[in-house]
C-alpha cells in the first residue's frame, strides 16, 4: 500500500554542519514531496516543496532533490543553526484528486551549538 | 489567531465521555482534514473532507466520528474513547484547486483517563 520512509530517526550535528534526511515512497504516481518542521510544542509548518517535474529546488539553507527514478526524496540543510533543531517531516501525495498527504515518520534534528 | 485554529487545546475525557473538537479555517480553503499524532505513528491520516464530503476514512473506529457542515468548519466528535486514544489531534487545510499545500492548526492534546 501507500508508503513513505524516512531516515534516519534521529540525527546530530555540530553548528555549521550540514544534515541530509532521506525519504522513499512506494507510489510512482506521487508528484509533490513536502517537508515540513515540526517545533518542540509547535504545530508542523511547510519549509519546502518539490513537484514530480523538477529534480532539486533550494531555498536559503534548505534544499530538496527528487530521484524519480529510484522514487526517493532528500532534505539538506547547511549551515545549520541551533534553531533548526526541529522534528522533520517528508510527505508525499499519492492520490491527487483527494490531496491527502502520507507522512514518513519523522526526522529529529538536534544542532549541537 | 488567523489561519487554522483549533478548540479545546487541551482535553481530559473519561472513557465514557462525549466530547467535540473544533477545528476552523479561515484561509478559503476547500479542503480539511483530521491526523492523529502519536509517538507510535507520528502523523497518521483519519479524515479527509473536500468540498464538504467526507472523501476518506482511513480505518478509523467508529467512536470517532468527523462532521463538516461547511467548508470553513470541522468537527470531530468523541465517544467511548480508549486510553490509547490519547494523541494529538491535528487539523489541516488545503485550497485543493490551487496549491497541494497544507496549513496545519494548533493541535488539541487530548489525555483519556
Known amino acids: 500500500g501507500e508508503n513513505v520512509e524516512q531516515h534516519p530517526s534521529t540525527l546530530s550535528v555540530q553548528e555549521g554542519d550540514s544534515a541530509v534526511i532521506k525519504c522513499t515512497y512506494s507510489d510512482s504516481a506521487s508528484n509533490y514531496f513536502p517537508w515540513y518542521k515540526q517545533e518542540l510544542g509547535k504545530r508542523p509548518q511547510l519549509i519546502i516543496d518539490?513537484?514530480?517535474?523538477?529534480g532539486e529546488k533550494k531555498d536559503q539553507r534548505i534544499a530538496v532533490t527528487l530521484n524519480k527514478t529510484a522514487k526517493h526524496f532528500s532534505l539538506h540543510i547547511t549551515e545549520t543553526q541551533p534553531e533548526d533543531s526541529a522534528v522533520y517531516f517528508c510527505a508525499a501525495t499519492f492520490d491527487t484528486g483527494r490531496r491527502a498527504l502520507t507522512f514518513g515518520s519523522g526526522t529529529r534534528l538536534q544542532v549541537q551549538p | 489567531e488567523t489561519g487554522v485554529t483549533q478548540t479545546p487545546r487541551h482535553l481530559v475525557m473519561g472513557m465514557t465521555n462525549k466530547k467535540s473538537l473544533k477545528c476552523e479555517q479561515h484561509l478559503g480553503h476547500n479542503a480539511m482534514y483530521w491526523y492523529k499524532q502519536s509517538a507510535k505513528k507520528p502523523l497518521e491520516l483519519m479524515f479527509v473532507?473536500?468540498?464538504?464530503?467526507?472523501?476518506e476514512n482511513n480505518s478509523v473506529p467508529s467512536r470517532f466520528s468527523p462532521e463538516c457542515p461547511n467548508s470553513s468548519h470541522l468537527f470531530l466528535h468523541l465517544h467511548t474513547l480508549q486510553p490509547e486514544d490519547s494523541a494529538l489531534y491535528l487539523c489541516a487545510s488545503s485550497p485543493v484547486t490551487q496549491s497541494y499545500e497544507q496549513y496545519f492548526g494548533p493541535g488539541t492534546r487530548l489525555t483519556v483517563t
Open positions: 473532507y473536500s468540498l464538504e464530503e467526507r472523501v
Open positions: 518539490i513537484r514530480s517535474n523538477v
